[in-house]
C-alpha cells in the first residue's frame, strides 16, 4: 500500500520570501502521479502542481515549483514570492497509473501561514 | 462548468437519522469519490465509483452507502448517523489519472 507523508504539520513565512514543504512516499510502484493540494479557509480543494514519476524534469506553475528526487522518494513544494493569499493547508498526494487502482492517498497536510 | 456541485453545504443530523449527500458533476468524468476529512486530518476515501453502474469501497465505508446511476451524479447515503460521522465531506470527480476535481464540501455534525 502507498504511503504518504508529510513531516511538517505547520510552517510559516514572511510575505515576499521562499518556503519549502516537504513530502515523502513510499510505493514499490515505478508509474504513478503526485500531486500538491491546497485547501484555503474556504475549505475548497485547489490543484496546485502535478508531477508524472516517468518526467525527470521538474514542474512549474508560475511561483509554485516541485523538487522530484524518484530514489529519494521526495516530493518537496517550493512556493516563491509568499503571497498572504497563499495560507492555506496543502496537502500532498500520490496516485498510482496503472491496475485498476484509482484511489489518491493524501498525507495529513502542513498548514502554511503567510505573515504580512 | 459548474465543475462539482455538492447538497447541502450544512447540516445538522440527530443520531439515528439518515441522509443523502448530493454530487453532481458536468465534466463527462467516469471516476467519481466520495471522501470525509476529520479535524485536523487529511481526506480519506470513501468509496469511488469507475462508472455508472460501478461503485467499489475505498478505506471508510463503514456506515455509508452509495449509488451510480448516471455518470453526473454520484449520492453517498448516511444510515442511522452517529457521532463518529460528524465531519466535512468532499465529492470528487476525475478522468483516469489525472488531477481530481473537488466540491466546496458538506459540512455535517451528528448530534
Known amino acids: 500500500a502507498q504511503t504518504v507523508t508529510q513531516s511538517q504539520p505547520e510552517m510559516s513565512v514572511q510575505e515576499a520570501e521562499t518556503v519549502t514543504l516537504s513530502c515523502t512516499y513510499d510505493t514499490s510502484e515505478s508509474n504513478y502521479y503526485l500531486f500538491w493540494y491546497k485547501q484555503p479557509p474556504s475549505r475548497q480543494m485547489i490543484l496546485v502542481i502535478r508531477q508524472e514519476a516517468y518526467k525527470q524534469q521538474n514542474a512549474t506553475e508560475n511561483r509554485f515549483s516541485v523538487n522530484f528526487q524518484k530514489a529519494a522518494k521526495s516530493f518537496s513544494l517550493k512556493i516563491s514570492d509568499s503571497q498572504l493569499g497563499d495560507t492555506a493547508m496543502y496537502f500532498c498526494?500520490?496516485?498510482?497509473?496503472?491496475?485498476?487502482?484509482?484511489?489518491?492517498?493524501f498525507g495529513k497536510g502542513t498548514l502554511l501561514t503567510v505573515n504580512p | 462548468n459548474a465543475g462539482v456541485t455538492q447538497t447541502p453545504k450544512f447540516r445538522i443530523l440527530k443520531i439515528g437519522q439518515s441522509m443523502t449527500l448530493q454530487c453532481t458533476q458536468d465534466m463527462n468524468h467516469n471516476y467519481m469519490y466520495w471522501y470525509r476529512q476529520d479535524p485536523g486530518m487529511g481526506l480519506k476515501l470513501i468509496y469511488y465509483?469507475?462508472?455508472?453502474?460501478?461503485?467499489d469501497k475505498g478505506e471508510v465505508p463503514n456506515g455509508y452507502n452509495v449509488s451510480r446511476s448516471t455518470t453526473e451524479d454520484f449520492p453517498l447515503r448516511l444510515e442511522l448517523a452517529a457521532p463518529s460521522q460528524t465531519s466535512v465531506y468532499f465529492c470528487?470527480?476525475?478522468?483516469?489519472?489525472?488531477?481530481?476535481?473537488f466540491g466546496p464540501g458538506t459540512r455535517l455534525t451528528v448530534l
Open positions: 470528487a470527480s476525475s478522468l483516469v489519472y489525472n488531477e481530481q476535481f
Open positions: 498526494a500520490f496516485i498510482f497509473s496503472g491496475g485498476s487502482n484509482y484511489k489518491l492517498t
Open positions: 465509483s469507475v462508472g455508472a453502474g460501478i461503485t
